[in-house]
């Protein structure tokens, strides 16, 4: 029972270079979602996913890329690395129960240098 | 729109201490309330819930009512212990809609 499984758990890029952030659910959930939590903050939620095909905006989009092929996967893509994008990512997902709430991953700390 | 409030921290206890951090939420509705819990260096993990006004979620020994008459959720525990150190986020929503988060509490437990 592995959950929400997410790869990398750190990275180190050169500002400018791209990378994707992979995330992973066996759970057969429909929702997913993409947070990011800087330090000494809460989390802001950068893209979420309501089925297969179907993507939204969420708080802090800009600089992020998603696409959700399938339900398990939901791939957040990082294009022109900036250090302001230095921060550790969260998946999530869940289903439509009122009581579920969220599954998180471990996380994946990136820094931009 | 759909907010949570915390209260800021950090918290600082001497371990056997009692424990509450308020949070208080608007909605439109009749949300699910949610306490998670992040270790240091870990994601989220849900710690209790409450679906309905007056229910009391409560694992691992803490607790937390459902209050719709002042739109609260505050989270207790009789004796904390060095291990409980973290941050707890208190959260609201339901049926897979996006849930609203709390900015964070962090706790310290001293011996």
């Known amino acids: 029972n592995a959950g929400v499984t997410q790869t990398p758990k750190f990275r180190i890029l050169k500002i400018g270079q791209s990378m994707t952030l992979q ?16 330090p000494g903050m809460g989390l802001k939620l950068i893209y979420y996913s309501v089925g297969a095909g179907i993507t939204d905006k969420g708080e802090v989009p800009n600089g992020y890329n998603v696409s959700r092929s399938t339900t398990e996967d939901f791939p957040l893509r990082l294009e022109l690395a900036a ?3 230095t921060s550790v ?3 999530a997902s869940s289903d439509d129960r009122d009581d579920y709430g969220y599954t998180f991953g471990s996380g994946t700390r990136l820094t931009v240098v | 729109g759909n907010s949570v409030t915390q209260m800021e921290g950090p ?4 371990e056997e201490a009692f424990l509450t951090i308020n949070c208080t939420y608007t909605a439109t509705g009749y949300p699910s309330l949610f306490w998670y819990v992040q270790y240091p260096g870990e994601g989220l993990q849900l710690l209790l819930k409450a679906t309905k006004a007056d229910d009391k979620g409560s694992n691992k020994g803490f607790e937390a009512t459902y209050r719709k008459e002042t739109t609260s959720f505050h989270l207790e525990k ?4 060095v291990s409980d150190s973290a941050v ?5 929503g339901r049926g897979g809609n996006k849930l ?3 900015t964070g509490t962090q706790l310290k437990v001293e011996l």
């Not at chain 1, 995330?23 to 800087?38: E, F, I, V």
């Open chain 1, 23 to 38: 995330c992973t659910q066996d759970m057969n959930h429909n929702y997913m979602y993409w947070y990011r939590q800087d």
């Open chain 2, 11 to 14: 918290v600082t206890l001497s």
């Open chain 1, 89 to 91: 990512y969260f998946c």
């Open chain 1, 83 to 85: 250090p302001s994008q």
């Open chain 2, 78 to 81: 009789g004796s904390v212990q």
């Open chain 2, 88 to 92: 707890y986020f208190c959260a609201q």
């Open chain 2, 100 to 102: 609203t988060f709390g």
